[in-house]
């Protein structure tokens, strides 16, 4: 066995066993909000869960279109046969007929504390206008239905409920069916049996869906579409992954091509490719070892990792020109390697501060992956490189503008500087004015806004609630919740008529307080009272008095029933209701009331904010941007931290605070340069835009040291000029496959990253030159 | 909180509630429109009255007209609900109930939709979204088209009397539909129908009398 391939051996075994490792534990997680910062208060949490897993998020909203009213009706109907006898969905309706029906009877048993006003129509004058009414209706053609009621009802509570309960909302009807406000499209809405955070099992009930959609299109013109916050969620994590993928490889064939243009030597490319790998495969070990999976986007980071890891064995082999030995090249380098391997896995270290569990990753992944690539590299290089070869420097277009082979340009202190501030000025003006932050998280979903438009036409045409619009009451029990609730429902009636709101949903009208129900209870005549106001109000009336027996029965149980409890409705599409707008969590428990067309949200949040301490308005978008706004912050700080930390490092292994300043200048300048830009050009800074100039920082301060190096030993100009082009280039081709992805997330870190790096570059040789501008590095390494 | 007695809230002796209305107002043209499409048939009796023939005789022209009495006798009422108007057929599958007095109000089946007017406003129902309702269209589709497997599926139907004087008894074979409905009784004379009687389980019937108006020139 010759040494090189013994020095492969061990690395090779530890790749292999990280690999079978990986193969075996390893799971990749798609869900989107691990990208999503955890909420920090209860209020936050609930906001979170309720974007995840709240029934609402389970609604998947169809709607059939191409067809004449009749077929889409019959479709419609078709699907929703289909449908309910599928096990991947709990409830679906399209308005029809026998929905209605499996409400009715639990409506009817409560009628008497759900109506509001049922002890008013038990005067003597409510009960004979009440007889009137029904001897009207039944000589019309629905007589035998009123026929039912009329015995045990003839106030007609529960036809009142059910009118009240369809008022506003409900879609219009064609054929029998839910049609949108037009009339050209049926609707139906149907729930998923799984949380719409389950992505498998919404993947399936998606495929379930379009199999059915198959299955009862009876005619080719009819067109369905669906959209559901579940199926977003499965849509965007499959954009995801394939993003993902797409970009690393597109990265991986970059590196590759361009270093085997550098070194035209395959051995060598592998030589360099080993380090990066192992240490993505130590990452990720870490990575599973710690959280059981990795999210696909922290994935597509690998790539990045590999952009910068890739570098170290190149800051050796670059210089490794003919007459030159590994080791003369490895004791010059040796100082700025570590350190910059050093400040790289710091500046990652600060993500693990952001309480984003994405980065979190992306934080160990980076340092472990980075620490284990430049060890690794190290111990690899001089054992590895193949004999007698040695690295034949390319011509870099316009580096005969640089001047005479080796010589620096000789520009003084004031120009340099003068430019350096020309150019912050220049950013720095034409950012100024705009605003500084972005915390839209719009700007962050992956979904293309087709998507996202549909998902708001369905919402529209079905009266579905407002996902990211609802008010929020808590409480220490249901019953202060309930009552919250009912304190709400006036002020909201009010924002109706005001104009203020569309329409909202409350749980007060399926389940009302105990206290309510007691006071309704109460205001129920007693036995005797009713019967005798009955035979006052029957004379001049065709109805036989002992016909009411089940009425006087009924009003007499309901004055001594029990409350009425969620467990009423169990089964029901009532029972459905009252679970997705009442629930508990460890924090206590919620009521939640959606809100239509919110068309003055201040005005609104003002009086619910007015009328009970236990409510709140909560826009979704405004929360998470909230959120994203205090993560944000919280990542600033961390990254200055980092900063601090890079300085630190810098200035014990420089052994000088000015060549530590000066080392971690150019990357301030890139960096600040950039971020002038993102601000000036991109829309504003959001908390991803802060990861990438974090890794700016890390990459900046990496060059930074090698030209520092260079300037101070007066090294030969085009030979640095290649090196860095060798580096920055992996690095620019790395970052440059993310800017390409749809996913804003890696989009924006790719553009920002290859933005810095080219910024830095230039930053760098406006700071340093030889024997001017830039502090003498101490002896150590020197003429070594 | 779990004494199981005093969970009991007021119970309705309330049967699906719009489903069955909807399902009687379709049952009751449909029936009706049988009878006028049985006015119009063939009335010659080779062979011995059976189901067979009378299906066979229940065949009509594209379009008929009647006048209905209908009088609905309820336990609850001291008088009985009286009600007149018209019925029209339209082959294959369109009927109208004009219902005149006491208060006007219209029934149309077309082409599996019930639409149902009155001073209230327009009501809509897909007939075939319940079992039920597709059970009674089916029975009307089979008796205009004289097809007596598809009748005898959803009725258990006895055929009583002669040609001349014959009565129909028809006993809903579906279980909810039993539970309301305990017969519906339609007599005839000849290929005419002239009675049709819906009599409930709780005792409460209906009886729609029917008079086939001469038909108007084309």
């Not at chain 1, 260079?710 to 993310?738: I, K, N, Q, Y």
Request: charge should be positive.
């Amino acid at each position: 066995m010759t040494p090189r391939a013994r020095a492969l051996l061990l690395p090779a075994i530890a790749l292999l066993a990280g690999a079978i490792y990986l193969w075996s534990s390893m799971r990749v997680d798609r869900d989107f909000a691990a990208f999503l910062p955890h909420g920090a208060d209860a209020t936050q949490r609930l906001v979170m869960q309720q974007l995840r897993d709240s029934p609402a998020a389970r609604l998947v909203l169809i709607r059939l279109r191409g067809a004449d009213p009749q077929t889409l009706a019959a479709t419609s109907e078709a699907l929703r046969e289909a449908l309910a006898a599928d096990g991947h969905f709990d409830y679906v309706t399209n308005g029809s007929l026998a929905g209605a029906l499996r409400d009715l009877p639990s409506l009817a048993a409560a009628r008497y504390v759900l109506s509001p006003d049922a002890a008013s129509h038990m005067s003597v004058e409510g009960l004979h206008s009440a007889l009137q009414r029904r001897l009207a209706a039944l000589s019309g053609s629905m007589g035998m239905l009123e026929k039912r009621f009329l015995a045990s009802d003839p106030t007609a509570e529960t036809e009142a409920l059910i009118a009240s309960l369809q008022a506003g909302g409900a879609p219009r009807r064609e054929a029998g069916v839910w049609f949108d406000a037009q009339g050209s499209s049926a609707m139906l809405v149907a729930r998923t049996r799984a949380a719409a955070s389950d992505q498998a099992a919404q993947q399936a009930a998606m495929q379930a869906l379009d199999a059915a959609l198959q299955r009862v299109r009876t005619q080719p013109g009819i067109a369905a579409d669906y959209s559901s916050a579940g199926f977003l969620g499965v849509r965007s994590a499959l954009l995801i992954a394939h993003d993902a993928a797409r970009v690393s490889w597109m990265a991986v064939a970059g590196i590759v091509v361009m270093l085997l243009f550098a070194y035209r030597s395959p051995s060598v490319v592998l030589l360099c490719a080993t380090p990066a790998l192992a240490g993505l495969v130590a990452g990720l070990c870490v990575l599973t070892a710690m959280f059981g999976s990795v999210h696909a986007i922290t994935l597509a980071f690998g790539t990045t990792l590999i952009g910068e890891a890739v570098d170290y064995p190149s800051y050796v082999l670059t210089r490794l020109s003919a007459g030159r030995s590994i080791a003369d090249v490895q004791a010059v380098v040796r100082r700025p390697l570590l350190l910059a391997v050093l400040t790289t896995a710091c500046g990652a270290f600060a993500f693990l501060g952001s309480g984003v569990d994405g980065l979190i990753e992306l934080g160990v992944l980076t340092s472990c992956g980075i620490v284990v690539a430049g060890a690794l590299a190290w111990w690899l290089v001089p054992r590895l490189v193949p004999p007698g070869w040695h690295f034949a420097a390319f011509a870099m277009p316009g580096s005969v503008a640089l001047g005479p082979a080796g010589a620096w340009p000789a520009v003084g202190a004031a120009p340099r500087a003068l430019a350096a501030i020309a150019v912050t000025l220049v950013l720095v003006v034409s950012a100024a004015g705009k605003p500084a932050w972005n915390d839209d998280p719009a700007r962050m979903s992956p979904l293309p806004a087709d998507a996202i438009a549909l998902d708001r036409v369905l919402r529209e045409a079905t009266g579905a609630p407002d996902v990211s619009r609802f008010a929020l009451v808590r409480g220490s029990s249901r019953e202060q919740v309930l009552q919250a609730v009912e304190q709400m429902q006036p002020v909201l009636d009010a924002a109706i008529a005001a104009q203020h709101l569309g329409g909202y949903d409350s749980v007060g009208r399926y389940l009302p307080s105990e206290a309510t129900q007691r006071t309704r209870r109460d205001a129920l005549p007693d036995d005797t009272t009713l019967q005798h106001r009955l035979s006052l109000a029957l004379p001049g009336l065709p109805f036989r008095a002992e016909a009411f027996a089940p009425f006087l029965r009924d009003v007499a149980l309901a004055r001594s029933a029990a409350p009425l409890d969620p467990a009423a409705f169990a089964g029901t599409g009532l029972g459905l209701r009252v679970a997705s707008l009442l629930g508990s969590d460890p924090d206590g428990y919620w009521s939640v009331i959606p809100l239509r067309g919110v068309r003055d949200a201040q005005a609104l949040a003002d009086q619910v904010r007015a009328t009970s301490a236990a409510a709140t308005l909560i826009d979704l978008r405004q929360q998470t941007s909230a959120m994203f706004a205090q993560f944000r912050a919280r990542t600033f700080a961390a990254i200055v931290a980092g900063a601090s930390a890079i300085v630190l490092i810098l200035a014990i292994g420089l052994r000088s605070l000015r060549a530590a300043a000066a080392a971690i200048a150019p990357s301030l300048l890139g960096a600040t340069w950039t971020a002038a830009g993102v601000i000036a050009f991109g829309g504003g800074l959001s908390i991803f835009h802060l990861i990438a100039l974090m890794l700016v920082l890390g990459i900046g301060v990496n060059y930074a040291l090698f030209v520092q190096r260079a300037a101070s030993r007066g090294d030969s100009l085009p030979e640095l000029c290649v090196m860095l082009a060798v580096v920055s280039g992996t690095t620019c081709l790395a970052f440059g496959a993310m800017a390409t992805s749809g996913i804003p997330v890696l989009r924006a870190i790719g553009l920002t990253v290859v933005a810095g790096t080219v910024a830095t570059l230039a930053a760098c040789a406006l700071v340093f030159a030889p024997g001017a501008g830039s502090a003498p590095v101490p002896a150590a390494g020197r003429g070594s | 909180m779990t004494r199981p007695e005093s969970r009991r809230r007021p119970s309705i002796a309330m049967k699906p509630g719009a489903g069955v209305a909807a399902i009687r107002a379709a049952a009751m043209i449909a029936i009706a429109g049988a009878a006028i499409a049985a006015t119009a048939g063939v009335a010659t009796a080779a062979s011995p009255f059976g189901l067979e023939q009378l299906a066979a005789s229940l065949a009509g022209e594209s379009r008929r007209e009647a006048d209905f009495r209908e009088t609905r006798h309820l336990a609850a009422l001291t008088a009985p609900i009286v009600r007149t108007g018209t019925l029209v057929y339209v082959r294959p599958d369109r009927l109208e109930m004009n219902v005149a007095t006491p208060a006007p109000e219209q029934l149309v089946i077309d082409g599996g939709i019930l639409t149902m007017r009155s001073a209230s406003g327009v009501r809509k129902l897909r007939l075939d979204s319940e079992p039920l309702l597709r059970a009674w269209t089916e029975s009307l589709r089979a008796t205009l088209a004289g097809d007596l497997p598809s009748l005898t599926r959803d009725f258990l139907a006895t055929l009583a009397g002669t040609p001349d004087a014959w009565k129909l008894a028809l006993e809903p074979r579906d279980a909810t539909l039993r539970a309301q409905v305990a017969v519906i009784d339609i007599t005839g004379k000849g290929s005419a129908v002239t009675q049709v009687e819906i009599v409930e389980q709780d005792g409460d019937r209906s009886v729609m009398d029917i008079v086939a108006r001469p038909l108007r020139a084309p």
